[in-house]
């Protein structure tokens, strides 16, 4: 089944900075989501991108998705102490019915 | 705003007992989803329902069962509880027929089975 895989596991930067982190996975899809989880918490959707988009802004969160390189990123600009979770990349196989998660990438914002 | 509400957050249970995980949305929404989480292992996919009586199995549903008697509630059932079935458990909802739609997460519950 389709999992994306996301990249770093575990990334460390300073309040200020900005974290990008990858995302890989392997067949077509419909969308790919990105949710957030904060620790013992469940997920929290931050943002959806459709095949046909290229890049897509929600506040200080850009995300991009290259369908011929299977590759998504998020960016979060300007990072604080609060940022400091898990971040999902979530791909929607075509003719699946459900998303599929990857591992995380484990952000620490450090004040 | 959507509320999912899980019936416990921790939850500690003996090898080979029945138990039961409940998940309440109150949003109307057509989707339920149960998935396991595990370190290393990411967020897996157990059930899922789109409909009242509906319901799919995910990609681990070996040694679960769900009940959807109701829109609003969605049961997770462990038939006899094993001790590789300690986990946290996520329950999410999404409106609509379409997969694409955004999902709502529940707290979780971390049961440990001993």
């Known amino acids: 089944s389709q999992q994306g895989e996301e990249d770093p596991q575990a990334l460390s930067i300073q309040e200020g900075e900005n974290a990008t982190m990858n995302c890989s996975y392997k067949?077509?899809?419909?969308?790919l989501q990105w949710y957030r989880q904060n620790s013992g918490r469940g997920l929290v959707h931050l943002i959806l991108?459709?095949?046909?988009?290229r890049e897509k802004h929600s506040g200080r969160l850009r995300v991009t998705l290259d369908t011929s390189k299977k590759s998504s990123s998020l960016l979060i600009t300007a990072s604080r102490a609060a940022d400091t979770a898990s971040y999902f990349c979530?791909?929607?196989?075509?003719?699946?019915?459900?998303?599929?998660f990857g591992s995380g990438t484990r952000l620490q914002v450090q004040p | 705003d959507v509320k999912v509400t899980q019936s416990s957050r921790y939850l500690v249970k003996r090898t080979g007992e029945k138990v039961f995980l409940e998940c309440v949305q109150d949003?109307?929404?057509?989707?339920m989803f149960w998935y396991r989480q595990d370190p290393g292992l990411g967020l897996r996919l157990i059930y899922f329902?789109?409909?009242?009586?509906?319901?799919e199995k995910g990609d681990i549903p070996e040694g679960y069962s769900v009940s959807r008697e109701k829109k609003e509630r969605f049961s997770l059932i462990l038939e006899s509880a094993s001790t590789n079935q300690t986990s946290m458990y996520l329950c999410?909802?999404?409106?609509?027929?379409?997969?694409?739609?955004?999902?709502?997460f529940g707290p979780g519950t971390r049961l440990t089975v001993l």
């Open positions: 999410a909802s999404s409106r609509g027929l379409a997969a694409s739609n955004e999902q709502f």
């Open positions: 067949t077509s899809i419909n969308n």
């Open positions: 991108i459709r095949s046909n988009e």
């Open positions: 979530a791909p929607l196989d075509t003719g699946r019915r459900a998303l599929t």
């Open positions: 949003m109307d929404h057509e989707n």
């Open positions: 329902s789109y409909d009242v009586k509906m319901k």
